[in-house]
C-alpha cells in the first residue's frame, strides 16, 4: 500500500468557495474516486492557500491514470482549474506531485527489538485524560509499585 501526501496552491480569493465545493463533491465524482482506488483521500487547505492532499493506494501512477479516463473526472478538473495557482496550463490532478516520504512510524516500530520493559500501554486503555482505563501498567524491572 503506497501512501501519497501532495501540495498544492490555492488562490485566496477562492478559498471560502474551494471549501465550499468540497463540502459538496458530486456522488458521481466520489464514487469514482473510491472504484479507481483513492483510499483514504483527505484534503488540508490552510488560511494562506496550501493545500495537502493525502491517500492511500496500491499503485498512484494507475490510480491516477484510471480516473483520468473518467468523464467525471474530466468535468471536475476543469471546474476547479481557476481556483489553483501556478498550473502553468495544466489541470489540477496533471500538477499533483507526490512527496517523499521520510518517516512512518509503524514500519521503525515494527523494526525495533522486542522489549516489554519499555513497551507503553495501548491508548484504546487509556481514559480520555490518557489515564489507566481498567488496565495495569507493567512497572520496568519487575517493580511492582
Not at 501556478?86 to 506531485?97: I, K, T, V
Not at 522489549?115 to 488496565?135: H, K, M, V, W, Y
Request: with cysteine; net charge negative; charged share 25%.
Amino acid at each position: 500500500m503506497q501512501r501519497v501526501c501532495f501540495l498544492l496552491k490555492v488562490r485566496q480569493s477562492k478559498l471560502d468557495e474551494y471549501r465550499q465545493r468540497h463540502a459538496e463533491v458530486w456522488p458521481e465524482m466520489l464514487r469514482a474516486l473510491k472504484s479507481t482506488g483513492w483510499d483514504n483521500y483527505s484534503l488540508f487547505l490552510d488560511d494562506t492557500g496550501l493545500l495537502v492532499g493525502y491517500l492511500e493506494t496500491d499503485d498512484f501512477a494507475a490510480t491516477q491514470a484510471a480516473m483520468a479516463d473518467t468523464e467525471v473526472n474530466a468535468r471536475w478538473q476543469e471546474s476547479m482549474a481557476p481556483f489553483f495557482e501556478a498550473l502553468d496550463g495544466a489541470r489540477p490532478d496533471e500538477s499533483m506531485r507526490a512527496l517523499p516520504l521520510i518517516f512512518q512510524l509503524e514500519t521503525q516500530l515494527a523494526a525495533l527489538p522486542h522489549d516489554p520493559a519499555t513497551e507503553t500501554i495501548p491508548t484504546t486503555q487509556r481514559g480520555a485524560e490518557g489515564s489507566l482505563a481498567g488496565a495495569e501498567r507493567q512497572a520496568p524491572h519487575g517493580d511492582s509499585r
